[in-house]
């Protein structure tokens, strides 16, 4: 058991066990703006993790 201060943590939780295994179709994006994001952003490094903003401004690392 590991205590942090003013909580305990009994168990460590991965990604994969917290993520829903059956997503709804709705809460993915169409094809073509996959595809558009994909367009206009270029992998320098690899593997890679960048983020579009609500304005559409893709900042990758």
């Known amino acids: 058991m590991l205590y942090l201060g003013f909580f305990e943590i009994e168990k460590k939780k991965t990604l994969e066990d917290i993520l829903e295994k059956d997503v709804d ?3 993915y994006a169409f094809s073509e703006i996959v595809a558009k994001r ?6 320098k490094v690899s593997p890679s993790i960048w983020h579009e903003n609500k304005v ?3 900042r990758g690392t």
């Open 25 to 27: 179709a709705k809460h």
């Open 56 to 58: 559409g401004n893709i």
């Open 38 to 43: 994909k367009a206009m952003h270029t992998v």
